[in-house]
C-alpha cells in the first residue's frame, strides 16, 4: 500500500467497532462530513454487551453503514486518501470485524491505513467542533469500560495522572441500574430518574489515592442497602426509585468531579474537559459547568453525538495521524487490551 494522492486535505474513511455500535464517519480535511451509527438492541436482553452476538451484528452493519456514509458526505469511493480503523481497546471479536474489513478496502483501493487508539480518539472528539481547548488541558474520560484522567500535551502526547482500580464509572451505573430492575445501558435510566428525585439515601465511595477512582465499593454498598430495605417493605425500589436514582447518580458524579477538580488545581490547569460516553450525563455537565465557573476554569463538553462510540472521534484521530504520515501496515491486528504511551 502507499499513499494515494499525498493530500493537504485528506479525505479519511473512519471505522468504528469497537463495542456493539457500528460506525463510518468520513473527514474532509479534519471537518467531519458524515458520522453514521448503527446500534445493536439485542444486547437489552441480557443485561449487557454479548460478544458474540455483537460481533455478528457488525458483519450484518458494516457494508450498509460504510455505504451511508459515503453517500452522506457526497463524495465518491475513489476520492478517499486513507482508511482508518478502531484498533482497540474493546471487545475482541468486534474489533475484528472493523479491522479486516478496513484492511480488505485499503489494498482494494491501494491506500494508507491508520491504527487509531480508541481512547485517544475520545478525547480528540473535542477537535471535531468549535469551541476546541488548547494545550495543554486536562481530560476526564468516563464511559462504560474507564475513568481516567489525563493531562494532554498535544494530539498524540499525554500524561495519565489517575484511573479506576476496578469498576468504571459507567459500569457502576449499570450495575446499580440492573439490581434496580432498569434495562440495559441503566446510565441514561438513571438519569431520568434522578430528574424527578431527591438525594434522599448516602451511598459512600472508596477513599482512594489522590486521583484514583474506585467504584465497586459503591455497588456493594447499593446492593446490601436494597437487600435491608427489601425486607422491611418488598415494595420499597418502587415508591422511592427516582430517589435511588438520584442519591446513587450523585454519589458517582460528586466523585467524579471533585478529583477532576483537584488535579486541575494541583497541576494549574484552567481547561478542563470531559469526554466518554457518561460524559453525556445531564448531572455530570450541570455540576462540572457549575465547578469549573467556582474555579475559573474554562469547560469543554463534546456534543452527545461525539460522546458515545462513533466513528467521527475516529477520523479526527486519523486525520491528526495522516498529517504526521503515521500509518500503519497489514500486519497490525486488533488489540482488545491495547494501551498507549504516556
Not at 176 to 185: A, E, H
Amino acid at each position: 500500500m502507499k499513499e494515494k494522492k499525498s493530500s493537504k486535505s485528506p479525505i479519511i474513511l473512519a471505522i468504528e467497532s469497537s463495542c456493539d455500535d457500528t460506525s463510518c464517519a468520513i473527514s474532509v480535511n479534519g471537518v467531519v462530513r458524515a458520522n453514521i451509527v448503527a446500534n445493536q438492541t439485542v444486547h437489552k436482553n441480557y443485561g449487557g454487551v454479548v460478544p458474540e452476538l455483537a460481533s455478528r451484528a457488525h458483519l450484518s452493519h458494516i457494508i450498509p453503514v460504510v455505504d451511508a456514509a459515503i453517500k452522506e458526505a457526497g463524495i465518491k469511493i475513489s476520492d478517499l486518501n486513507a482508511i482508518a480503523f478502531t484498533q482497540g481497546p474493546g471487545l475482541l471479536g468486534s474489533l475484528i470485524v472493523g479491522n479486516q474489513f478496513a484492511k480488505g478496502l485499503a489494498v482494494a483501493l491501494d491506500l494508507p491505513l491508520i491504527a487509531i487508539n480508541h481512547m485517544e480518539a475520545h478525547i480528540l472528539a473535542h477537535f471535531i467542533d468549535a469551541p476546541i481547548p488548547s494545550f495543554p488541558f486536562l481530560n476526564l474520560t468516563v464511559s462504560g469500560g474507564h475513568t481516567e484522567l489525563v493531562i494532554m500535551h498535544d494530539y498524540f502526547q499525554q500524561d495519565l495522572i489517575g484511573q479506576t482500580l476496578d469498576d468504571a464509572a459507567g459500569e457502576a451505573f449499570d450495575k446499580c441500574g440492573k439490581m434496580l430492575g432498569l434495562p440495559y445501558p441503566s446510565g441514561p435510566e438513571i438519569d431520568k430518574l434522578a430528574k424527578a428525585g431527591e438525594i434522599k439515601f448516602n451511598f459512600p465511595t472508596a477513599r482512594v489515592g489522590e486521583f484514583e477512582f474506585s467504584f465497586s465499593g459503591l455497588k456493594t454498598s447499593v446492593m446490601y442497602f436494597l437487600k435491608r430495605n427489601l425486607e422491611k417493605d418488598p415494595d420499597f425500589i418502587h415508591k422511592e426509585i427516582n430517589n435511588i436514582a438520584a442519591s446513587v447518580q450523585d454519589a458517582i458524579v460528586k466523585t467524579l468531579v471533585n478529583k477532576t477538580l483537584k488535579a486541575a488545581k494541583r497541576h494549574q490547569l484552567k481547561q478542563i474537559a470531559v469526554s466518554g460516553g457518561v460524559s453525556v450525563n445531564s448531572e455530570l455537565r450541570n455540576q462540572m459547568i457549575n465547578a469549573c465557573g467556582d474555579i475559573g476554569a474554562e469547560l469543554f463538553l463534546a456534543a452527545p453525538k461525539y460522546c458515545t462510540d462513533n466513528a467521527a472521534m475516529i477520523a479526527m484521530a486519523a486525520h491528526f495521524k495522516y498529517l504526521k504520515s503515521d500509518f500503519c501496515s497489514l500486519k497490525t491486528s486488533a488489540e482488545p487490551r491495547l494501551s498507549r504511551q504516556f
